[in-house]
């Protein structure tokens, strides 16, 4: 086969798959966000396991999605109880952004200002709050959808080694599947794990940043931030804007904020903005880069593109998951010879397999190495 031909069949698969998933993206980003939430439940039920002595796996697994899902429910608590709170004070709210509004349109030498209830229901707000109304209802839908996914799979489980076994009946390409099977599951685990730990951190000390500086609703602020820092780059410029904009328009600041009305209040953000803001980049530049180590091996602007990609083709379930499906996809064309240069413009050390040779060693059934 000449290389004309070669590149107009992957020219032709690169189509025909991108189209599989974007025409099915209503049912595989929904089954992807379960398996990566079952991978997260499996790594934690492993940990303690390993933790206990005397628990064993199974309860181990149980007391896991029993804290996965109370985690869940708190985490929609602390958002219900966020929305209640703004309507509750949505009059005070309303007229403080009217006043931007007017600031803005006085900064421009602009007359006729509107107001937040023209934008709101003329025919632009009324489409844009029609799209926010289905997206949640969408949403809603798809949270029960992973559950039942991530049911079955834990019910499926058991029986996967078997079906290996008969899938690849030859001990070394058996041995092989496994192998390339264990280090995917690796590293989407360390990925997962780590930005876990990280969004965690950030969120917490952003929390106790937002209490000692007075913006009100922090922990549902902080609750925003934990979850948009699982989208890797655009996820931590939007967490450090987020808190100074709903700073901007809170009721009332703090009175140690220095200047006069109407201009305290662009200082009291700008504050905000800059604490948050330190938080976002000194965790995500030193620290995040030491734990996650070589588990991400993503070069940054493959991580850009990854995340523009996936966006488009499955939406914001696309964004969440752009870094680990890239690693999947890194690790997956890294096993063959034909697609192992992809694997290596994908990684960010030009050695997708880690510190090696690109090998994998694999013990046959006589127990002797051999190479592959």
């Not at 980003?29 to 499996?42: D, G, H, P």
């Not at 602390?78 to 009217?98: H, T």
């Not at 904020?257 to 330190?278: E, H, L, N, T, W």
Request: aromatic share 12%; glycine share 10%; net charge negative.
């Amino acid at each position: 086969m000449d290389r004309a031909t070669k590149t107009g069949i992957w020219i032709i698969a690169t189509g025909v798959i991108i189209t599989f998933l974007y025409v099915g993206r209503g049912i595989l980003s929904t089954f992807a966000m379960a398996v990566f939430l079952f991978l997260v439940i499996e790594g934690f039920a492993r940990m303690i396991d390993n933790w206990s002595l005397t628990m064993r796996l199974g309860v181990a697994r149980a007391v896991a999605i029993l804290i996965v899902l109370g985690g869940f429910v708190g985490f929609i608590a602390l958002l219900a109880n966020g929305v209640s709170q703004f309507g509750r004070d949505a009059a005070e709210y309303e007229e403080k952004i009217n006043g931007l509004i007017q600031d803005a349109y006085s900064l421009v030498n602009m007359n006729d200002a509107p107001t937040l209830t023209h934008l709101i229901f003329n025919e632009g707000g009324q489409k844009f709050f029609a799209t926010i109304a289905n997206a949640t209802g969408d949403l809603s839908g798809d949270l029960i959808l992973i559950f039942i996914y991530i049911a079955f799979l834990f019910l499926a489980q058991s029986g996967w080694t078997r079906k290996l076994d008969n899938i690849f009946p030859n001990y070394e390409k058996r041995a092989m599947v496994r192998e390339v099977g264990d280090e995917a599951r690796r590293g989407i685990e360390t990925y997962l794990w780590t930005q876990t730990v990280i969004s965690a951190l950030i969120t917490f000390l952003t929390y106790i940043s937002l209490l000692m500086l007075g913006v009100q609703n922090a922990l549902f602020l902080a609750a925003l931030i934990f979850v948009l820092n699982y989208i890797p780059t655009v996820g931590s410029i939007v967490a450090a804007l987020v808190p100074p904009l709903f700073a901007l328009v809170q009721p009332d600041i703090p009175a140690w904020i220095p200047g006069a009305p109407p201009q305290d209040i662009y200082i009291y953000a700008a504050i905000v903005f800059g604490v948050v803001s330190f938080w976002q980049f000194s965790i995500g530049n030193f620290i995040q880069p030491r734990m996650m180590g070589d588990s991400l091996n993503l070069s940054a602007l493959v991580v850009l593109l990854a995340l523009a990609i996936w966006g488009v083709l499955w939406g914001i379930p696309g964004m969440f998951l752009s870094a680990p499906l890239t690693v999947l996809m890194m690790i997956l064309f890294a096993q063959s010879h034909g697609t192992r240069w992809i694997a290596i413009l994908l990684s960010a050390d030009g050695n997708p397999q880690g510190k090696g040779d690109g090998k994998t060693a694999v013990t046959t059934a006589k127990g002797d190495s051999e190479i592959i």
